[in-house]
């Protein structure tokens, strides 16, 4: 039979636990919201400070429990934060694949309740050990000392274990419920530490066992309910889906259509993704003299690659991706591989892991062509790859007549964030030819050449290689603009303002596509 630790030892342990749960939803929260309605600074933003509300709330609330009850609201309590914050993620991945809920409401509405009960914990605990301190003959600056080193030291833990561990492998929804088993798990033992003081411990321990199974189940079937919000989410059978620490990846099939997402945001359709990567690629290595070294940022898909591939005098193509799961998969998923020619397997081509800009700022080569085919600036930590002292830095690494071709959004969805990236490499010293073309699965999509000298590119009336889209025709009207895609006024994208990323949540808030 267990024997208990002494009574605060049992309480203080608890408030680690208490620390590293409430930690652990706050952040499972604020992650999927990133990652299901984008804009990572404001959904974090956004779900702490409802949080932390939450808690100064649950805080002040718990100042009416009774003496008498004090050990059994705390179990209940954990009992009640062990079931909500521990289904929190798979029910925000069950309601955002739900048709017609009001998901921010309902989202916020679970932050704060889990962030209430959880701000009621810690001024339980103390007053439950306070209660003992001629039992456990500590005082109030003694107490207040233990209760905070366990509290700071629990959400340390967690902070770290978070992005490196739990995340990744776990995913969001069983890192939720792992979590839920730990709070149930420490209402069980303080239930059996304290049992001789509750008149009413079987009624508790029943609440206890059933809490833990529904949490085990939901561990157990966490998957396919996931699966099957996700499934609802993007109408397509799911042939693959990982959370990695940077990102939400999704790839789903229709007949012959692949289909890739991250964190909700098509990347391509395997129907016509040949559109945009011919657009992207052979103008730029069409016009450039001496094509030998190529570099891509991002990318990680090899379909650029596969087309940069085509041109006989490339010598070397250095791919620059952050995510390593993203060009794993791409590297060995047979219809992946199938797709993009056995791209990133090429002799000529280095594939490096790495943060786009950090990998600028310490390499010294230069290239005579760069492809940036890096997602949407949705968030900040995009943003940035999009910004004034960006392209400065990347100038540095371009040869003297070399080009660097961009995804820049679409200029008709989105003309304030197409124009700001635009205004932001003349910003930084670059002459720049705007183009677009139309991709089925995309709309109207924009592309930016840029260059050193003003007289570097004239859009080519031929190409050396086989394409399956571009040609004279297609290409010269890919530089012309019609009407309806007007250029406005516009600022630059610098780090201190990051006015590309207002700009894109703007036109695509205003857009019904």
């Known amino acids: 039979m267990l024997k208990p630790f002494r009574p ?158 739990l995340a990744p492998w776990l995913g969001m929804a069983r890192t939720a419920l792992l979590f839920g088993l730990l709070n149930a798990g420490v209402a069980l033992y303080t239930l059996h530490a304290f049992r001789a003081e509750l008149p009413a411990w079987r009624r508790l321990l029943w609440r206890a066992l059933f809490v833990i199974g529904v949490l085990a189940a939901g561990m157990a079937g966490s998957g396919a309910l996931t699966g099957w919000s996700e499934r609802r989410l993007y109408g397509d059978d799911i042939v693959h889906a990982q959370s990695t620490p940077y990102q939400r990846i999704v790839l789903t099939r229709w007949r012959d259509d692949l289909r890739l997402y991250l964190n909700g945001e098509l990347q391509f359709s395997s129907r016509d993704e040949y559109r945009y990567h011919e657009a992207l690629v052979h103008p730029a290595l069409q016009s450039a003299a001496a094509v030998r070294s190529v570099l891509v940022l991002g990318g990680g898909d090899g379909l650029a690659v596969r087309e940069a591939l085509k041109h006989a005098t490339v010598e070397r193509i250095t791919v620059v991706d952050l995510d390593a799961a993203v060009t794993t998969l791409f590297a060995h998923q047979p219809e992946l591989v199938e797709l993009n020619a056995g791209a990133l397997a090429d002799a000529r081509v280095q594939v490096i892991n790495a943060d786009a800009g950090q990998w600028l700022e310490h390499n010294t080569q230069r290239f005579d062509v760069i492809l940036i085919d890096l997602p949407d600036p949705t968030n900040f930590a995009l943003g940035k790859l999009y910004s004034v002292p960006f392209y400065r830095l990347l100038a540095r690494r371009l040869s003297e007549t070399g080009l660097v071709a961009i995804q820049a959004t679409s200029p008709y969805y989105a003309p304030h964030a197409y124009w700001c990236v635009e205004a932001s490499l003349r910003d930084a010293g670059f002459a720049t030819w705007p183009y677009h073309v139309y991709v089925p699965s995309f709309g109207e999509w924009g592309f930016l050449l840029a260059a050193r000298s003003a007289g570097a590119f004239a859009p080519p009336l031929r190409y050396d290689v086989a394409t399956r889209y571009l040609n004279a025709a297609t290409t010269a009207e890919m530089f012309r603009f019609p009407p309806d895609m007007p250029r406005p006024v516009v600022d630059a994208n610098h780090l201190d303002s990051q006015a590309l990323v207002r700009y894109y949540e703007r036109d695509w808030r205003n857009t019904v596509r």
């Open 8 to 165: 605060d030892h049992v309480l203080v342990f608890s408030v680690f636990v208490v620390a590293s749960s409430g930690l652990a939803y706050e952040l499972v929260s604020a992650a999927l919201a990133s990652y299901l309605l984008g804009d990572s600074v404001l959904q974090f933003s956004t779900v702490i400070g409802c949080y932390l509300f939450a808690m100064g709330v649950g805080s002040h609330l718990s100042r009416f429990v009774r003496d008498a009850d004090l050990l059994r609201v705390f179990i209940e309590v954990e009992l009640l934060i062990a079931l909500v914050g521990g289904l929190s993620a798979t029910l925000l991945f069950v309601l955002f694949g739900a048709q017609g809920l009001p998901f921010r409401t309902l989202l916020y509405a679970l932050v704060f309740c889990v962030g209430a009960l959880v701000g009621s914990e810690i001024p339980l605990v103390m007053r439950l050990l306070d209660a003992r301190k001629a039992e456990t003959r500590l005082a109030l600056g003694d107490m207040l000392s233990r209760v905070l080193t366990f509290d700071y030291l629990g959400a340390l833990i967690v902070s770290l274990l978070f992005p490196l561990l």
